[in-house]
T-cell receptor, first 114, second 111 residues
């Protein structure tokens, strides 16, 4: 009964380094999302995917890339880490995309860029 | 654009007190409304939802009613417990894309 699994849970990067945040779900959900949560703020959408091979930008996509080669996996890539990307990152999924469909969240990845 | 406004926290209560966390929204269409809860070190969990006007969502003793006339979705619980201490997020969803979140309200319940 894993749901949405994110790895790693914590990571410290140096400015200019790159890394991939992993997200996988075992619920056979079609839609997947990446959000970032900054202190005292709500969550902001970075990228989302409506199915394998299809991705699109959210509100704050700059500095990130995504891919969706399988239904289960939706990794988020940071190419050149910057201090402004210090945040907590959440992956989420939903079966379909309707207005009444809740999203299921992972436990998050806490990322610090120094 | 769409937005959600929540009361600022922290909200500090004693065990068994009555809880209200205010949430109002602005939307161009007819959204569904959600409350999510985030316990320390964890992700967001769906607490309850309502999809049309006058619907009441409820779960674990929490309730919220979709009030279209006042564009509100206030969260209530009759008797809080220490284990309810968490951050509560109000959110809306109009289409297939994103949830629009409020900034969250931290609840602290003392014994």
């Amino acid at each position: 009964n894993a749901g949405v699994t994110q790895t790693p849970k914590f990571r410290i990067l140096k400015i200019g380094q790159s890394m991939t945040l992993q997200c996988t779900q075992d619920m056979n959900h079609n839609y997947m999302y990446w959000y970032r949560q900054d202190p005292g703020m709500g969550l902001k959408l970075i990228y989302y995917s409506v199915g394998a091979g299809i991705t699109d930008k959210g509100e704050v996509p700059n500095g990130y890339n995504v891919s969706r080669s399988t239904t289960e996996d939706f990794p988020l890539r940071l190419e050149l880490a910057a201090p402004s990307q210090t945040s907590v990152y959440f992956c989420a999924s939903s079966l379909v995309g309707g207005r009444d469909q809740p999203q299921h969240f992972g436990d998050g990845t806490r990322l610090s860029i120094l | 654009g769409d937005s959600v406004t929540q009361m600022e926290g922290p909200v500090t209560l004693s065990e068994e007190a009555f809880l209200t966390i205010n949430c109002t929204y602005t939307a161009t269409g007819y959204p569904s409304l959600f409350w999510y809860v985030q316990y320390p070190g964890e992700g967001l969990q769906l607490l309850l939802k309502a999809t049309k006007a006058d619907d009441k969502g409820s779960n674990k003793g929490f309730e919220a009613t979709y009030r279209k006339e006042t564009t509100s979705f206030h969260l209530e619980k009759g008797s809080v417990q220490v284990s309810d201490s968490a951050v509560y997020f109000c959110a809306l969803k109009e289409g297939f894309q994103k949830l629009v979140f409020g900034t969250g309200t931290r609840l602290l319940v003392s014994p």
